[in-house]
């Protein structure tokens, strides 16, 4: 079933954080705190965005890390930008008020 004892690991434990979202969040925590992993990988393994996943490390004490680590950490960032819908209304009369 398993290629090896690594591949049923991890099948374990993602099958297991899967079905616990708390001990899934607490070891995104745990691990961004340790300095193991970026603020764009705890997100992910928490299943939340990055935004979200700033405010559950600062309800846990954990200070942020600033900056980019890595071109994934960077390629990420980008990912994430073009995803931020902005209001259209709003800018439209930010341009009105202007002219």
């Given at each position: 079933m398993?290629?090896?004892k690594s591949d049923a690991l991890r099948e374990f434990v993602r099958e297991?954080?899967?079905d616990n979202e708390n001990e899934r969040i607490a070891a995104a925590v745990?691990?961004?705190e340790r300095e193991r992993i970026t603020i764009g990988d705890?997100?992910?393994l928490?299943?939340?965005d990055r935004w979200t996943m700033r405010d559950i490390l600062r309800e846990h004490g954990v200070?942020?890390?600033l900056g980019l680590v890595d071109e994934d950490d960077a390629a990420y960032e980008a990912e994430a930008a073009t995803e931020?819908?902005?209001d259209d209304?709003?800018?439209d009369d930010e341009e009105s008020r202007a002219k």
């Open positions: 398993f290629g090896g297991y954080f899967e745990a691990l961004y705890a997100a992910r928490a299943d939340v200070e942020l890390r931020l819908e902005f209304e709003d800018s």
